[in-house]
C-alpha cells in the first residue's frame, strides 16, 4: 500500500496486520491508532502526535520519529533497528520502566 497523509486526523484508525513500507505521516493526530503487526520500516512521522497509539509486534526499523510526540513504544515489543528519535523525544521508550526523566 503507498499513502502519504498530510496534516489529518487518523485517530482512532485500525491499520493491523497491513505492509506500509516507506509511508510518510505529516503534522497527523493519531491518537489511539493501532499499529499492531504492521510493517512501518521506513515510514516517516513528522511532527505526529501518537498519544496512546499502539506499536505491538510492528515492524519500525528505520522509521523517523525524530519530530513525533507523545508516543510510548516498547523496544522488546517491536523491531526497531534503525529507528530515528531525536534526544527530546526518547523518553517514549522508556516509559514502561516508569522512570522520572529530568530535563
Do not use: W, Y
Request: hydrophobic share 40%; with cysteine.
Amino acid at each position: 500500500m503507498d499513502f502519504s497523509f498530510f496534516d489529518c486526523n487518523l485517530s482512532f484508525s485500525i491499520f493491523t496486520d497491513l505492509k506500509l513500507v516507506s509511508q510518510v505521516f505529516v503534522s497527523c493526530k493519531m491518537e489511539e491508532v493501532d499499529f499492531g503487526d504492521c510493517d512501518l520500516s521506513k515510514s516517516k512521522f513528522d511532527e505526529c502526535n501518537l498519544e496512546r497509539a499502539i506499536f505491538s509486534r510492528t515492524n519500525l526499523e528505520k522509521a523517523d520519529f525524530s519530530s513525533a510526540i507523545n508516543f510510548s513504544i516498547d523496544p522488546d515489543n517491536n523491531s526497531m533497528s534503525g529507528a530515528i528519535f531525536s534526544k527530546d523525544n526518547l523518553a517514549g521508550l522508556l516509559q514502561k520502566h516508569k522512570l522520572k526523566i529530568l530535563k
